[in-house]
């Protein structure tokens, strides 16, 4: 059996002009110390994130039900309110040389769909058309430490984080052929 020996950090949430404590439960920068408050809704969930060590919610997450990020707020202390932001660090989307026409097929339809480009440090940017409609949809950005992230293209022109990981943590898995389909799988 393990016991989690950190201690419950209180953090302060600030909803509708009326300030809370509530216990944090989650270590969302790995540092050692709980710092997200994560609430189930029924149509998703919410985090409230104290992401500069103060003990006040200053970041705010809303997820759907399938985990996507849907909304991202930051906490105006001036006003005591949530400001509507683009969720986490766009930087890897930010001064991508010019993609051009798409030049991958990623769906296997016979029509390319995937321009490949990359940023000033290194970071490849793979930007993917997954609706037809001429415009990239998602973008998956890969940094030459193998740190991938993912993102969507909301109906507001905003690019929402939906993924996150490093090539480095995931399991190797054996990857062949399939000589029925013709398709690559994972075994």
Avoid: C, K
């Amino acid at each position: 059996m393990h016991f989690d020996e950190a201690a419950t950090e209180l953090l302060s949430i600030t909803v509708d002009g009326a300030e809370r404590s509530y216990d944090a439960t989650v270590d969302a920068n790995h540092d050692g110390t709980d710092d997200t408050v994560h609430v189930d809704t029924d149509d998703g969930s919410y985090e409230y994130a104290d992401t500069d060590g103060d003990g006040v919610a200053d970041s705010l997450t809303q997820f759907d039900a399938d985990g996507h990020i849907t909304g991202h707020a930051v906490f105006d202390a001036a006003t005591g309110g949530w400001d509507n932001a683009a969720p986490h660090d766009a930087t890897p989307l930010q001064g991508i040389d010019p993609a051009g026409a798409p030049t991958i097929d990623s769906n296997a339809d016979g029509v390319a769909d995937t321009a490949l480009t990359h940023t000033a440090d290194g970071t490849t940017v793979l930007l993917t058309d997954t609706d037809g409609d001429g415009s990239a949809d998602t973008a998956t950005a890969i940094s030459t430490t193998g740190d991938v992230i993912t993102y969507d293209h909301s109906s507001d022109g905003v690019w929402l984080e939906t993924s996150s990981g490093n090539l480095a943590s995931s399991a190797p898995q054996q990857v062949v052929i399939d000589p029925a389909t013709g398709a690559w799988i994972r075994r």
